[in-house]
């Protein structure tokens, strides 16, 4: 990685020194942002394709998003949930619209809105008996880190020093409608779907199976939850995920996250008049969600993403196709998958040297699961950007030797 420049020492001995030793960083310090471009300290520009785990959705120092902050930002950062805010009601109005839903909560991140959405379904099933509190997710699912999102997360990895998780949580695999039907029951209060499996390898779920799960949760009174943290907010192309289906059918609770206010810390649940019913004043609350800069941000960022469905449509199957190109050329690259700007490429071994190799080219991109090189681009991103990323991958692949 010689051309990848090194974090300076200082940072780094500071960093070892005092913070939790819970990330493995690349050595990469990051300084500043311009459109689908990242800078690091010595100046080297890299196109950045992870952007921020999907949180840097319309890139960096976006003109529109930069005036709108630094405005509001002079007038009220913060504001307590005790009073009203200028912008919490047009928000939530904006999102019950887009999704069909009616009410909505607005909290600080994706794991906030899980851990909402759990106690909704908890309340929801705790009004029917005291055993109905079980909740049904997938195998390979991720919803968060804290204890209630955890115990949801199918992936016994991020689990497994943390247990005993929560009780209740049952597991099947992704599309298997037979097994669904065997573990939901009348104990069933929730059932929590991501779409697009994101953490878990880019994998998108069949129509029949969120059908099923649809009419499942109808039929055993039990509350439909779809994570729509990384695959959702226009990363299909739709506004959630749920929406691009051939027969869409309406969730009964969603939660949301990572681009609404285009990197200020935001996310909200949206549920149902129904479901939204079983929270009571003073059962739920957040002291920080919905300020002002935050919700007037976020604003902001729906105004421009209707602009830019189209291009996140247009451009990301430009993307795919280019990616299907050299999977024809690289006997290695077992799958390219995805929908709009959410793409997973499956490799048949462990994806971290080839992150490396981009890194060093230029190019800012993870691998999740393990194998699959996984790319949340920024919804402005042009066929010039992925011809550019394209070009790097090629060279890199080229250079990769599969293991024996």
Not at 25 to 35: C, H, N, Q
Not at 378 to 397: C, H, M, N, W
């Amino acid at each position: 990685m010689s051309e990848v420049a090194v974090a300076s020492p200082s940072v780094i001995d500071l960093e070892k020194q005092y913070l939790f030793q819970n990330y493995a960083r690349f050595p990469l310090i990051l300084t500043r942002g311009k459109g689908c471009y990242v800078y690091d300290s010595s100046g080297k520009r890299y196109l950045d394709l992870i952007a921020g785990i999907g949180v840097n959705a319309l890139g960096h120092a976006h003109p529109r998003m930069m005036k709108v902050i630094r405005a509001q930002a002079a007038r009220m950062i913060h504001c307590s949930n005790l009073y009203y805010n200028e912008y919490q009601g047009p928000l939530a109005e904006r999102i019950a619209k887009v999704s069909g839903l009616d009410r909505v909560f607005f909290c600080n991140s994706g794991t906030e809105a899980n851990e909402a959405a759990l106690k909704i379904v908890r309340a929801h099933g705790r009004k029917i008996s005291p055993d109905k509190f079980e909740t049904v997710a997938l195998n390979g699912s991720f919803h968060g880190r804290t204890f209630g999102a955890l115990s949801i997360t199918g992936q016994e990895n991020y689990r497994r020093d943390f247990e005993p998780m929560l009780p209740g949580a049952r597991f099947v695999n992704r599309n298997d409608i037979g097994a669904l039907e065997q573990t939901v029951t009348d104990n069933t209060a929730g059932i929590v779907l991501e779409i697009v499996q994101g953490e878990g390898g880019v994998h998108p779920l069949t129509e029949e199976f969120i059908g099923k799960a649809r009419e499942l949760a109808n039929r055993h009174n039990a509350l439909l939850v779809c994570d729509e943290i990384q695959c959702g907010v226009g990363r299909p192309g739709t506004y959630f995920s749920y929406q691009m289906l051939d027969h869409p059918m309406l969730p009964d609770v969603i939660t949301a996250a990572k681009p609404l206010a285009a990197g200020l810390p935001l996310g909200f649940v949206a549920a149902t008049e129904r479901a939204a019913s079983v929270i009571a004043p003073g059962q739920h609350g957040t002291t920080f969600g919905g300020g002002p800069l935050a919700c007037h941000a976020a604003l902001e960022f729906f105004d421009i993403l209707d602009e830019l469905l189209p291009n996140i449509i247009h451009v990301g199957g430009y993307f795919r196709m280019r990616l299907m190109e050299l999977a024809r050329h690289f006997s290695f690259i077992k799958e390219v998958r995805g929908v709009g700007m959410m793409i997973g490429v499956e490799l048949e071994f462990a994806g971290k040297q080839v992150v490396l190799d981009c890194m060093e080219k230029g190019l800012l991109i993870n691998c999740t699961h393990n194998t699959v090189l996984r790319a949340l681009p920024p919804y402005i991103l042009s066929e010039q950007d992925v011809d550019r990323a394209i070009t790097v991958l090629k060279g890199v692949f080229k250079k990769t030797k599969a293991p024996a």
